[in-house]
Nanobody, 125 residues
Framework: QVQLVESGGGLVQPGGSLRLSCAAS????????MAWYRQAPGKGRELVAR???????NYADSVKDRFTISRDNGKNTVYLQMNSLKPEDTAVYYC???????????????????WGQGTQVNVSS
């Protein structure tokens, strides 16, 4: 069973930094795109940053030059370094991965999308 587990959220003052991590576990064969999304109270879920298996990246305009996404393929982990945080960055941050895995019996499970449970980031003085 594939799981994505996030960590690193918390409370930080405006201008501060946080680093989120998301580790994928299970019978994983290959991971394609990994990404971070966020959802603020009363708003829809939005893409924050995305990184492909070739390490091509995309960012939301609101976080460009402040956030950096990276990945460690050997650890099946994606990171989000968040600098110069603003109150409007307050949200639940979700990890996403598109990956292939296999069942307990070794049967190939095709490309599927998986989500983490979310980690809260609060930016406030």
């Amino acid at each position: 069973q594939v799981q994505l587990v996030e960590s690193g959220g918390g409370l930080v003052q405006p201008g501060g930094s946080l680093r989120l991590s998301c580790a994928a576990s299970g019978r994983i064969l290959s991971i394609n795109t990994m990404a971070w999304y966020r959802q603020a109270p009363g708003k829809g879920r939005e893409l924050v940053a995305r990184i492909t298996s070739e390490r091509n990246t995309n960012y939301a305009d609101s976080v460009k030059d402040r956030f950096t996404i990276s990945r460690d393929n050997g650890k099946n982990t994606v990171y989000l370094q968040m600098n110069s945080l603003k109150p409007e960055d307050t949200a639940v941050y979700y990890c996403y991965a598109n990956l292939q895995s296999k069942s307990e019996r070794g049967i190939l499970i095709g490309w599927r999308n998986y989500w983490g449970q979310g980690t809260q980031v609060n930016v406030s003085s």
